[in-house]
């Protein structure tokens, strides 16, 4: 699908000229979105573009632009603070509600995480909502400075060093953000939302989603995004971000311009009542995007882009190695806590591969290829050579394992 992108402006809260982008799918947008940004970035930080790019071409036409006094915008930063970043947002709103469309989607990265759940309240069109590694409290940046605190609340503002950029902060950005109560906003959203957050963000940690998650009422999900940084530094980090929030999104918007938006990203697949623990259904996004509901979690799998795929996923063998991964890792930690062992970190690498059955000396089959599952198990902490070798031999008791070189009775039926 060809994309564009614009640049625009429209008047900030306090009547500066705010600098955006619209970027947009050729034809009429299946729903617009409102971009956030992170605290001192710009809505030009490449997770920013990245997301509304990859949005642009499932469809959606999306909205990025500067708080006051940051990047293009007009403005002085040092006179901002949390409520007028939200005022800027209910601007934006307005500007996209005049200009082209009401937003349908609200999305905020880091602290513009936090500005659009407290934001979304004034917003009626609205009806989903995500968070990429949001604070669950506005006052979380405060980390940023903590040093110069003292300072400012003594002098009544301080010059202070972000990212390897100076910032003026004042007394009032800090009164502010200590006012805010983003919890009961976030009970009272009345909208889907979707939590996205890596386990290893070192800048906000993945605690703030369990508070937020917490805080809301259904419907609600969270993703993991498992390695990334805080920033979403790396393409795939990005594009998988808005691989699976164009599909999340598609099941609470109302078909309008252009095609329906659930022909083009049907909803993520039910959780089944009864027996059953995982469904697997097609997106409709892709020729192999899959969407994963195990229990209240929710992943997506695909093939890559070489075999036919759009690779918005991992592939269903990537799935079957990080379930042995993950048994792996979570078995060989029991044991060493059974054990007393201190052991600072585990780690799994995994590969399969289709070997001919005479390289494999062990195995029964001789003629063919069998499958090979190599596995690497790695520590760190003082882990000596007779816990490492105990270790080793535990890993092969690890349920899912032992499930794999078992036989396995699969029984397939139609439903209904």
């Not at 906000?204 to 498992?226: E, G, Q, T, Y």
């Not at 289709?354 to 390289?359: E, G, M, T, V």
Request: charged share 25%; aromatic share 6%.
């Amino acid at each position: 699908m060809a994309i564009g992108t614009s640049k625009v402006t429209f008047e900030g809260a306090d009547g500066d000229a705010l600098a955006a982008r619209l970027d947009r799918p050729e034809g009429a947008p299946k729903a617009f979105a409102l971009f956030a940004h992170c605290f001192t970035c710009s809505k030009d930080i490449f997770a920013a573009q990245r997301i509304a790019g990859a949005l642009a071409m499932r469809g959606f036409g999306v909205l990025r632009f500067d708080f006051t006094g940051l990047g293009s915008s007009e403005g002085e930063f040092a006179n901002t603070n949390f409520s007028s970043n939200v005022e800027d947002l209910v601007a934006a709103a307005d500007f996209l509600r005049t200009e082209y469309e009401a937003p349908k989607i609200l999305i905020g990265h880091s602290l513009g995480g936090a500005a659009v759940l407290a934001a979304a309240g004034r917003m009626a069109e609205v009806k989903a909502i995500a968070t990429i590694g949001a604070p669950a409290d506005p006052s979380h940046v405060n980390h940023l400075f903590v040093g110069d605190i003292a300072e400012i609340e003594a002098a009544g503002e301080a010059r202070v060093e972000i990212a390897g950029r100076p910032f003026t902060i004042k007394k009032q950005f800090i009164e502010d953000i200590r006012q805010q109560n983003l919890s009961a906003a976030i009970g009272d959203l009345g909208k889907a939302l979707l939590i996205f957050h890596g386990p290893r963000d070192q800048t906000v940690a993945i605690d703030n989603a369990a508070l937020i998650f917490a805080a809301a009422k259904h419907p609600k999900s969270f993703v993991s995004l498992d390695d990334a940084d805080h920033l979403l530094s790396r393409k795939e980090d990005a594009i998988y971000v808005a691989d699976v929030l164009a599909a999340w999104a598609g099941r609470y918007l109302d078909a309008g311009a252009g095609e329906p938006a659930a022909a083009e990203a049907p909803a993520p697949a039910e959780a089944p009542a009864g027996p059953f623990a995982v469904t697997v259904a097609e997106t409709g996004a892709g020729r192999f995007s899959q969407a994963i509901a195990a229990g209240k979690h929710r992943l997506g799998a695909d093939e890559p882009d070489a075999h036919g795929g759009n690779d918005t996923g991992p592939t269903p063998y990537d799935l079957l190695l990080a379930a042995l991964g993950a048994c792996t890792t979570m078995t060989l930690r029991l044991y060493a806590e059974r054990k007393g062992w201190e052991i600072e970190g585990i780690r799994t690498a995994l590969r399969h591969q289709k070997i001919h059955a005479r390289d494999c000396e062990d195995c029964e089959t001789t003629q063919g290829r069998i499958d090979r599952i190599e596995r690497e198990i790695s520590f760190t902490g003082d882990v000596d050579g007779e816990r490492r070798a105990r270790l080793l031999e535990i890993a092969d008791k690890c349920p899912v394992h032992r499930t794999l070189a078992s036989e396995v009775d699969i029984v397939t039926r139609l439903a209904g």
